[in-house]
Antibody, heavy 121, light 113 residues
Framework: QVRLWESGPGLVKPSETLSLTCVVS?????????WGWIRQPPGKGPEWIGS???????YHNPSFKGRLSMSMDTSRNQFSLKLSSATASDTAMYYC??????????????WGQGTLVTVSS | DIVVTQSPDSLAVSLGERATINCQSS????????????LGWYQQKPGQPPKLLIY???TRASGVPDRFSGSGSGTDFTLTISTLQAEDVAIYYC?????????FGQGTKLDIK
């Protein structure tokens, strides 16, 4: 059974860096083209953050304006997100997910359960 | 950015009846090179991540019941649930995956009347 789960601090102080890791089990991340991060503020719709592949291709949502960094560690079968200069507007449920192969970088068919990150002092 | 707008924001339908949700994009998501609409639909139940229902505007994802169907092209799309079941109570989102930032609609909350 394929599982994704997100890990990282649930509370981040303003101006600090929000860091999350997605661990994948039951499936090699090298077997799919793209993996991504999506967030969802409380009571709102999802927002695509970015997608990356094991071949080094990375796509960012331009609205994150250079604050975003994503990386992949195939030896640990995991990928990571770093969002610098966090503000209260970054408070959201953060999901990692697998993109559907041969369809696009940002259509996702398998999701983690999500982790709630609150940005507050 | 492509803006995706859903209507209505909420609706209530009787069990066994048809539910229809609309999605409009601010520009066409029909890719001319493959004649496919880069539009998907998701279902989200409380406390769960979104679940992919439909892609290419009308192709059901694996395991999705055939009472769910998608239609439309260009900028106007529809998700139809032919006979509403109790387990279909959820928020439904459309998403364009034509171009970054791959925007989602604001969601439509579906309840039982």
């Amino acid at each position: 059974q394929v599982r994704l789960w997100e890990s990282g601090p649930g509370l981040v102080k303003p101006s600090e860096t929000l860091s999350l890791t997605c661990v994948v089990s039951g499936y090699s991340i090298s077997s799919s083209q793209f993996w991504g991060w999506i967030r969802q503020p409380p009571g709102k719709g999802p927002e695509w953050i970015g997608s990356l592949s094991h071949l080094g291709d990375v796509y960012h949502n331009p609205s994150f304006k250079g604050r975003l960094s994503m990386s992949m560690d195939t030896s640990r079968n995991q990928f990571s997100l770093k969002l610098s200069s966090a503000t209260a507007s970054d408070t959201a449920m953060y999901y990692c997910a697998r993109a559907v192969d041969r369809i696009g970088v940002a259509l996702f068919d398998l999701w983690g359960q999500g982790t709630l990150v609150t940005v507050s002092s | 950015d492509i803006v995706v707008t859903q209507s209505p924001d909420s609706l209530a339908v009787s069990l066994g009846e048809r539910a229809t949700i609309n999605c409009q994009s601010s520009q066409s998501v029909l890719y001319s090179s493959d004649n496919k609409n880069y539009l998907g639909w998701y279902q989200q139940k409380p406390g769960q991540p979104p679940k992919l229902l439909i892609y290419w505007a009308s192709t059901r994802a694996s395991g999705v019941p055939d009472r769910f169907s998608g239609s439309g092209s260009g900028t106007d799309f529809t998700l139809t649930i032919s006979t509403l079941q109790a387990e279909d109570v959820a928020i439904y989102y459309c998403q364009q995956f034509y171009s970054a930032p791959h925007t989602f609609g604001q969601g439509t909350k579906l309840d039982i009347k």
